[in-house]
T-cell receptor, first 114, second 114 residues
Framework: SAVISQKPSRDICQRGTSLTIQCQVD?????MFWYRQQPGQSLTLIAT?????????ESGFVIDKFPISRPNLTFSTLTVSNMSPEDSSIYLCSVGRVGPDTQYFGPGTRLTVL | DQQVKQNSPSLSVQEGRISILNCDYTNSMFDYFLWYKKYPAEGPTFLIS?????DKNEDGRFTVFLNKSAKHLSLHIVPSQPGDSAVYFC?????????????FGQGTILTVHP
């Protein structure tokens, strides 16, 4: 399995501000993924963080709103920009290991926007 | 368009009995199916997976069955324990370039009564 840590674990923010979430993995991985779980909803993929190239975003998510950095093979950040109450969610970092049938998630960052 | 569906929002089972959680999908490109358990305020925990070339995969108390023609899979937990009480998510990906890009169902809340 993979050991994934995220910071912060939770935060309460004011609308219009930005929050950067960090994800650290215990070993090098090629791709890291960012997901969101809105209240009462399932998990939705935001983007794929590739080391050495720009992140690729899923439909409905844009770089201006969710800029991502991937400075090395064990670390990534997701920024939630110009937040509104609709951004209140759990944000989760995820990595694969052996192949497409094994994938692990971090503990999540619970974000509340007032 | 909900490509992965878990039609039962909740399931209640007596300790020691079998829990059966169901999942249906519509996208015939899905090649890998994963099950996760999630406690409140934690990230999803990977349980077991199956590839589309198999119809059964077993790991301890957990067995996943795949009926590709019906686009249906199920997770069996035997025997069920109170510690199994959590939200269970079914997820799928198409492998290849979609590696890591999981599509999740809505989840089923499992309650195991002592």
């Amino acid at each position: 399995s993979a050991v994934i840590s995220q910071k912060p674990s939770r935060d309460i923010c004011q609308r219009g501000t930005s929050l950067t979430i960090q994800c650290q993995v215990d070993s090098q991985v090629t791709m890291m993924f960012w997901y969101r779980q809105q209240p009462g909803q399932s998990l939705t993929l935001i983007a794929t963080a590739n080391q050495g190239s720009e992140a690729t975003y899923e439909s409905g998510f844009v770089i201006d709103k969710f800029p991502i950095s991937r400075p090395n093979l064990t670390f990534s950040t997701l920024t939630v920009s110009n937040m509104s109450p609709e951004d209140s969610s759990i944000y989760l970092c995820s990595v694969g290991r052996v192949g497409p049938d094994t994938q692990y998630f971090g503990p999540g960052t619970r974000l509340t926007v007032l | 368009d909900q490509q992965v569906k878990q039609n039962s929002p909740s399931l209640s089972v007596q300790e020691g009995r079998i829990s059966i959680l169901n999942c249906d999908y519509t996208n015939s490109m899905f090649d890998y199916f994963l099950w996760y358990k999630k406690y409140p305020a934690e990230g999803p925990t990977f349980l077991i997976s199956i590839s589309s070339i198999k119809d059964k995969n077993e790991d301890g108390r957990f067995t996943v069955f795949l009926n590709k023609s019906a686009k249906h899979l199920s997770l069996h937990i035997v025997p069920s324990q109170p510690g199994d009480s959590a939200v269970y998510f079914c997820a799928a990906n198409a492998g290849g370039t979609s590696y890591g890009k999981l599509t999740f169902g809505q989840g089923t809340i499992l309650t195991v009564h002592p």
